[in-house]
């Protein structure tokens, strides 16, 4: 199940306008909702529109990227496109996540989308291990992948990244995100940390065979002396 991130586009000069609407259409989490012309426009369209993210450009006439940002919910995040730098500073005042600087090319853009996608990524993380569902969502290859926790074995930790190895995919689910961030969202009762690159699903062990673990897919994994202590608690309840 795939997510995208609803966004706008504003700004009064048609080029940068139809530039930016380029950039959106190729890249894949982003869902242009509407190109807007002005912050007035813009306005218009939040108030019947669910957006999350607006590429923002600051010097506008009747009302500024600036002034209009004020205005915005707090969950609608914002990334500032203007030629001048010295509304930088500015920007930042009004909790903007990112600042293009006019002319910007298209790897710029997607760094600055990507941030977007990682706070929203976030975000949802957090709001569902609060809710307790049996699932989550992680940013793979700029899609928001589900992970259903029924079908995972484990999540195995590659400097910044996790890989995620499942029951129903032969294919591991590869993620921008420390080990550590992913422990403090999963469920204590259903998933331990065993080694400083492993997360194991407890459902998922077979066997426990000295100082090793035995998954359901024959991988053995260490359990490391920091984990030992913990871990024997679990089997001894």
Same mark, same amino acid.
């Given at each position: 199940m795939d997510k995208k991130l609803r966004c706008l586009i504003v700004d009064d000069e048609p080029l940068a306008l139809e530039m930016l609407g380029r950039y959106v259409a190729k890249t894949p989490f982003l869902e242009l909702v509407q190109a807007c012309s002005s912050a007035v426009e813009a306005l218009e369209v939040l108030q019947h529109s669910d957006i999350q993210l607006i590429f923002l450009d600051i010097q506008m006439p009747d009302l500024n990227g600036i002034e209009l940002s004020r205005l915005l919910d707090k969950d609608i995040k914002v990334v500032f496109t203007t030629a001048f730098h010295e509304y930088a500073l500015e920007g930042f005042k009004v909790n903007a996540l990112d600042y293009l600087l006019k002319p910007f090319n298209y790897e710029e853009f997607l760094r600055a989308a990507s941030r977007a996608a990682d706070w929203f990524q976030h975000r949802v993380l957090t709001s569902e291990a609060k809710t307790g569902r049996d699932y989550l969502f992680v940013k793979s290859e700029y899609k928001l992948v589900k992970v259903d926790f029924n079908h &995972?074995? +484990?999540? %195995?930790?590659? =400097? /910044? +990244?996790? =890989?995620?190895? $499942?029951?129903?995919?032969? =294919?591991?689910?590869?993620? *921008?995100?420390? *080990? =550590?961030?992913? %422990?403090? *969202?999963?469920?204590? %009762?259903?998933?331990?940390? &065993?080694?400083?690159?492993?997360?194991?699903? *407890?459902?998922?062990? $077979?066997?426990? %065979?000295?100082?090793? &673990?035995?998954?359901? /897919?024959?991988?053995r994994i260490t359990i490391a002396d920091p984990y030992k202590e913990r871990f024997q608690a679990f089997v001894n309840h």
């Open positions: &995972v074995i +484990y999540f %195995e930790g590659l =400097k /910044d +990244y996790i =890989k995620i190895i $499942t029951k129903n995919n032969p =294919k591991a689910i590869l993620s *921008l995100m420390s *080990l =550590k961030n992913l %422990e403090a *969202l999963l469920p204590e %009762e259903r998933f331990m940390r &065993v080694h400083r690159s492993y997360i194991i699903s *407890l459902n998922e062990i $077979t066997a426990v %065979e000295r100082n090793q &673990v035995i998954m359901s /897919d024959n991988l």
